[in-house]
């Protein structure tokens, strides 16, 4: 399975965007790549999915750039409900087996 | 709508007590489940994971086993519990194909 790269913690401040940038060398080309939010003590929860360029909701904005050697999630005026462990990962049609790497925890202050 | 329903939320066994934790789902059929685990600080910890009703796979050898015996029903077991067995397990579901997870709300397990 594909493995992804992410810093360990980031810090930030409420009002501010975040970026969380995930390394994927050897992405496959069925790979979708996924990212999710955990708080403590509860369930992951799906944010956004993409394949390349750009895909944006509510919440999230996501890169991908052309290569898909990499993708950075962007959170666009975090608050403080926005700490969490963020996730990177991927997701194909053949056997959708999540292999969770450490995340990146994010801290966001006042 | 699809659930899924994770119990019990919070549990505490002696050392060599047997194990059973279950999850089901509500609102699909044929879902793929999954277990996972995760020490605490630490990500999550693929487990097993099911693709239809006695059809399990493991990823991690272990003193733990999951069945299916149903459709939407999953179900962890251990006959007798380690101190390493302790952390926080999750159960997931997905419909096969370009499908995100959705995750229960998990059992925190403290083997003593």
């Known amino acids: 399975l594909a493995k992804t790269t992410q810093p360990i913690s980031m810090d930030s401040y409420e009002g501010q965007e975040v970026n969380i940038t995930c390394s994927h060398n050897?992405?496959?080309?069925?790979?979708?790549i996924t990212w999710y939010q955990q708080f403590p003590s509860q369930g992951p929860r799906f944010i956004i999915q993409?394949?390349?360029t750009k895909v944006t909701n509510e919440v999230a904005s996501l890169f991908i750039p052309a290569d898909r050697k990499s993708s950075t999630l962007s959170l666009p005026r975090v608050s403080l409900s926005d700490t969490a462990v963020y996730y990177c990962l991927f997701l194909n049609n053949a056997g959708n087996m999540l292999t969770f790497g450490g995340g990146t925890r994010l801290m966001v202050k006042p | 709508s699809q659930t899924i329903h994770q119990w019990p939320a919070t549990l505490v066994q002696p050392v060599g007590s047997p194990l059973s934790l279950e999850c089901t789902v509500e609102?699909?059929?044929?879902?793929?489940l999954y277990w996972y685990r995760q020490a605490a600080g630490r990500g999550l910890q693929l487990l097993f994971y099911?693709?239809?009703?006695?059809?399990i796979s493991s990823e991690v050898p272990q003193n733990l086993s999951a069945s299916r015996p149903q459709d939407r029903q999953f179900i962890l077991s251990s006959k007798k519990l380690l101190l390493s067995d302790s952390g926080f397990y999750l159960c997931?579901?997905?419909?096969?194909?370009?499908?995100?997870?959705?995750f229960g709300s998990g059992t925190r397990l403290t083997v003593v």
């Open positions: 050897n992405i496959a080309t069925n790979d979708y």
């Open positions: 997931a579901w997905n419909r096969q194909g370009i499908y995100g997870y959705t």
């Open positions: 993409g394949y390349k």
């Open positions: 099911s693709v239809g009703i006695g059809q």
């Open positions: 609102g699909t059929s044929n879902p793929n």
